[in-house]
Antibody, heavy 123, light 107 residues
Framework: EVQLVESGGGLVQPGGSLRLSCSNSGFAFSSYWMNWVRQAPGKGLEWVANIKHDGSETHYVDSVKGRFTISRDNAKNSLYLQMNGLRAEDTAVYFC????????????????WGQGTLVTVSS | DIQMTQSPSTLSASIGDRVTITCRAS??????LAWYQQKPGKAPKVLIY???SLESGVPSRLSGSGYGTEFTLTINSLQPDDFATYYCQQYSNYPRTFGQGTKVDVK
């Protein structure tokens, strides 16, 4: 069974930094595109970033470019999101999400989701 | 960015009803569309991918159709488990974008 567990969320002041982690089990982590998707309280879903199975390719939504960095450590079966320069509008539940296809060259939809970790940016 | 627009935003329905949600893309996305269901406090769950393919384990009373810019999610004979919020999402282009959501509640 695919399991994704996010950690690292919490309360941070505007301008601060936070690093989210996603541990996982039940699949060959190094073979899948991975994503971060967020949801502000009471709002809809927003894709944040993704990373290719070997880490060679990453993509970001414009609103986080230059502030957030997605990375992975396949030896540790872990996905990360380094968030710098946090703003109030980054307040959200952040979900770790897996792509459906094994060793795909092009990522598709969001098949497996973690339960999310809440990031609150406030003074 | 490709804008995804869902209608309606809220839909009130009864058990046994046939429900249809529409999703429109601001430009053609071919068939690269997924539908998700989300319940309060839970992670979304994928229902449909590639516009009309049913994800494993999803009941056959749900179906998706469409191509290009117009898509629909249909729930035949609405069941208690179907009261939730539904999102469409395109994976044709970056950034990946979602519709604003359609809440299906009890009439």
């Amino acid at each position: 069974e695919v399991q994704l567990v996010e950690s690292g969320g919490g309360l941070v002041q505007p301008g601060g930094s936070l690093r989210l982690s996603c541990s996982n089990s039940g699949f060959a982590f190094s073979s899948y595109w991975m994503n971060w998707v967020r949801q502000a309280p009471g709002k809809g879903l927003e894709w944040v970033a993704n990373i290719k199975h070997d880490g060679s390719e990453t993509h970001y939504v414009d609103s986080v470019k230059g502030r957030f960095t997605i990375s992975r450590d396949n030896a540790k079966n872990s996905l990360y999101l380094q968030m710098n320069g946090l703003r109030a509008e980054d307040t959200a539940v952040y979900f770790c999400v897996r792509d459906p296809l094994y060793f795909s060259g092009w990522p598709e939809y969001f098949q497996h989701w973690g339960q999310g970790t809440l990031v609150t940016v406030s003074s | 960015d490709i804008q995804m627009t869902q209608s309606p935003s809220t839909l009130s329905a009864s058990i046994g009803d046939r429900v249809t949600i529409t999703c429109r893309a601001s430009q053609s996305i071919s068939g690269w569309l997924a539908w998700y269901q989300q319940k309060p406090g839970k992670a979304p769950k994928v229902l449909i991918y590639k516009a009309s393919s049913l994800e494993s384990g999803v009941p056959s009373r749900l179906s998706g159709s469409g191509y290009g810019t117009e898509f629909t999610l249909t729930i035949n004979s609405l069941q208690p488990d179907d009261f939730a919020t539904y999102y469409c999402q395109q994976y044709s282009n970056y950034p990946r974008t979602f519709g604003q959501g359609t809440k299906v509640d009890v009439k």
